[in-house]
């Protein structure tokens, strides 16, 4: 059973910093898969955020969060991370990480079988 845990949210001024930690356990995190962080926003849809493959290491993000967010994991602890910096208000949302085999797109949420609750991030001005 595929379990994750999210944590790390919360409410920083504009310019602020947060990093939000994701527990993966369960029989799809591996070597070969992606591991991503989602985020909606009211009244919008959901998105990619950035994301992880785990079987090359490379890296994707949004052209939105590019330079500023930066995901990785620590495999020994079974844990996906999303660094955040230069927080801006239109990055408030809350946040999901999300797990899924090694076909598809990184950024399509509907592919993904197994998702976190959720943390919320507020940015204020």
């Known amino acids: 059973q595929v379990q994750l845990v999210e944590s790390g949210g919360g409410s920083v001024q504009a310019g602020g910093s947060l990093r939000l930690s994701c527990a993966q356990s369960g029989n799809i995190y591996g070597h070969y898969s992606w591991l991503t962080w989602f985020r909606q926003a009211p009244g919008k849809e959901r998105e990619g955020v950035a994301a992880?493959?785990?079987?090359?290491?490379?890296?994707y993000y949004a052209d939105s969060v590019k330079g500023r967010f930066t995901i990785y994991q620590d495999a020994a602890r079974n844990t996906l991370y999303l660094q955040m910096n230069s927080l801006k208000p239109e990055d408030t949302a809350m946040y999901y990480c999300?797990?899924?085999?090694?076909?598809?797109?990184?950024?399509?949420?509907?592919?993904?079988?197994?998702w976190g609750q959720g943390t919320q991030v507020t940015v204020s001005s």
């Open positions: 999300a797990v899924k085999g090694y076909t598809g797109s990184w950024y399509v949420p509907r592919e993904y079988p197994y």
């Open positions: 992880i493959y785990s079987g090359s290491g490379n890296t």
